[in-house]
């Protein structure tokens, strides 16, 4: 899952299906811990040993120095601060989805008023 998250912030603008197969991507995620309680504890070991060494070496290919080193062309949508730039975007993100869910519960606050409202002029 952290896989899927570190490549959802990186895309810039994402189109529809893009965003549909990562939503896909997030429910399989969760579905295959699900799973894993059912199957031996060795294949649940190699899911997440194969996990694990999947998101060290997204995390290291981040890095510039790494990404030379190893004689990967820079492309147009590198960072030279890869980390700070990804931290940002996670709390841009966090930040949007508070304010949603806040105006969220405005919405249902005020919901509730107008229905409680209602119910007293009926009487």
């Known amino acids: 899952l ?3 998250e570190l490549h959802a912030m990186r895309r810039k603008n994402a189109g ?15 579905a295959i811990g699900f799973i894993g309680m ?15 060494y999947g ?8 890095f510039p120095r790494v990404r030379r080193a190893l004689r990967i062309p820079k ?3 590198e960072s030279k601060r890869p980390f700070q730039d990804l ?3 996670a709390r841009a993100r966090a930040n949007n989805f508070l304010a949603v ?3 969220a519960a405005r919405e249902m606050k ?14």
């Open 110 to 123: 005020l919901r509730k008023e107008i229905k409680r409202k209602l119910r007293k002029e009926k009487k």
């Open 2 to 4: 952290l896989n899927i």
């Open 101 to 103: 869910q806040r105006e």
């Open 87 to 89: 931290w940002a975007l």
């Open 16 to 30: 529809m299906a893009q965003r549909s197969l990562t939503n896909f991507f997030r429910i399989l995620s969760v």
């Open 75 to 77: 492309t147009p949508s």
């Open 38 to 52: 059912q199957l031996p504890a060795a294949m649940t070991l190699y899911w997440t040993t194969s996990s694990a």
């Open 55 to 62: 998101l060290t070496q997204n995390i290291f290919l981040q």
